[in-house]
């Protein structure tokens, strides 16, 4: 049975996908010979601040360009951030039923932490890992190791809900089931490339796949 419940942050269960393509767009301006689209933003979103930007300027120093990108995210943050319907419902719930709650991201601990209080979810989650916390981002499993110890979890109750398939490798490196979420940028097509253990259209429907409630059509889609 399922007792800790990971869980991705941007583009999970925080609503940032605007903020973070604003954010590129800001810093990236001039950067590069053409500029670059959302597009591309999008298909690359999910890893390391500091990869995305060596990716996209095609530079190895790119202090100034991670600067530039976090100035301009912190005062955008309030305005342009937003929780996906129902997490805040889900996570009550399953802590209720006496679950741990965990968030491994590649998000830097201070905007995590500013998220997840903006959006009044702070106090579900018993550890969180960010960033600053592991030496090798998703898809590694160090962060997924780490908050298991954290929660002195064992991997055989746990799983990792993401949008990427840097959540769905790493929670397969960790050797736990994913589940993918369908509301992600990147669409079906790609989660479903990656073989996630489960795919939910609604996060109420995470209920059931961690044993809570019955499963009936369409609730979740085992992939594996």
């Not at 996570?91 to 201070?110: F, I």
């Not at 106090?123 to 916390?133: M, N």
Request: hydrophobic share 45%.
């Amino acid at each position: 049975m399922i007792r800790t419940v990971l869980f991705d942050l941007d583009g999970t269960i925080l609503d940032t996908n605007e903020l973070i393509i604003q954010s590129f767009l800001h810093a990236l301006e001039g950067v590069t010979p053409e500029p670059v689209t959302r597009e591309q933003i999008i298909s690359n979103m999910g890893g390391a601040l500091v990869d995305q930007m060596k990716f996209f300027s095609g530079r190895e120093d790119v202090d100034d360009l991670v600067q530039k990108y976090r100035a301009y995210n912190i005062s955008k943050h309030d305005e342009l951030v937003k929780g996906f319907p129902y997490v805040e419902e889900v996570l009550a719930e399953m802590r209720s039923a006496g679950l741990r709650l965990g968030v491994v991201t590649s998000k830097a601990r201070m905007t995590t932490e500013m998220g997840l209080r903006l959006c009044g979810i702070a106090e579900y989650f018993d550890v969180l890992v960010t960033l600053d916390d592991v030496k090798r981002p998703k898809p590694d499993p160090e962060g997924i190791h780490a908050a298991l110890r954290a929660l002195a979890s064992a991997p055989d109750a746990a799983m990792m809900v993401g949008d990427s398939h840097y959540d769905i490798e790493a929670a397969r490196n960790a050797g736990i089931p994913s589940v993918a979420v369908a509301w992600s940028l990147k669409g079906i097509d790609y989660l479903q490339a990656y073989s996630p253990t489960y795919i939910i259209h609604d996060m109420r429907e995470l209920l059931a796949v961690v044993g809570l409630k019955s499963y009936s059509e369409g609730i979740a889609v085992a992939k594996n």
